[in-house]
């Protein structure tokens, strides 16, 4: 009930393409669902969050749509660059889990020039 | 800038001999995390201190210890280290326990146990 599943395992978008990476959860204690991205040798980095009272967050090229009612969630990325290629992990926390995230197992995503 | 460093970078260990691998922030924060991301596979947290407080995930094997002796550091311990423990172990920060509070990664040191 803890788990978060991410798919697809791995992405290749031509430039200025949409990616799309979909995350569903099981836990509906869950109450913040943030996307992480991380390049080679780094360590994952926030992108965008939401909460489960908005459907939908944007944040200039990316976008969160959160289905609640089935316990769903999706990153959109709009006009890709090949400087978006990297891993994408979706992740899911209680408020009250001393900040714990449980990861969803990651995206690589390649975006070809 | 205010970041989250982790020393060193790639750490080689032989099997069964003891390992610290560091952590520091200069963010203040009051919570630091410790995370083991196997290849290809999602962080999976192993403990977090809140303040000199430490908690320790279920099923982290009692091989893993940490310590923080003050705000700035923490420390993890592995302490026979086996094969399988060879990863990236991540240090994050958090300014508090509340759960929508950001967590900020350091850039990670990658384990080799020969």
């Known amino acids: 009930q803890q788990q978060v599943k991410q798919s697809p395992q791995s992405l290749i978008v031509q430039k200025g393409g949409i990616s799309i990476i979909n995350c569903a959860y099981e836990?509906?204690?869950?109450?913040?669902f943030p996307w992480y991205q991380q390049f080679p040798g780094k360590g994952p980095a926030l992108l965008i969050a939401?909460?489960?009272?908005?459907s939908e967050k944007k944040e200039g090229r990316f976008t969160i749509s959160f289905n609640k009612s089935a316990k769903q969630f999706s990153l959109h990325i709009m006009d890709s660059q090949p400087g978006d290629s990297a891993t994408y992990f979706c992740?899911?926390?209680?408020?009250?889990?001393?900040?714990?995230?449980?990861f969803g197992q990651g995206t690589i995503l390649t975006v070809h020039p | 800038d205010a970041m989250v460093i982790q020393n060193p970078r790639y750490q080689v260990t032989q099997f069964g001999k003891p390992v610290t691998l560091s952590c520091s922030q200069t963010?203040?924060?009051?919570?630091m995390y410790w995370y083991q991301q196997k290849s290809s596979q999602a962080p999976k947290l192993l403990f977090h201190?809140?303040?000199?407080?430490?908690?320790n995930e279920a099923d982290t094997p009692d091989n893993f210890q940490s310590r923080r002796p003050n705000t700035s550091f923490c420390f993890l311990d592995i302490r026979s280290p086996g094969l399988g423990d060879a990863a990236m172990y991540l240090c994050?920060?958090?300014?508090?326990?509340?759960?929508?509070?950001?967590?900020?990664f350091g850039p990670g040191t990658r384990l080799t146990v020969l």
């Open positions: 994050a920060t958090s300014r508090s326990l509340a759960g929508h509070n950001e967590q900020f």
């Open positions: 836990n509906t204690a869950f109450d913040y």
């Open positions: 939401i909460r489960p009272d908005v």
């Open positions: 992740a899911a926390s209680k408020g009250t889990s001393y900040g714990k995230l449980t």
């Open positions: 963010l203040n924060h009051n919570v």
């Open positions: 201190y809140y303040d000199k407080d430490f908690n």
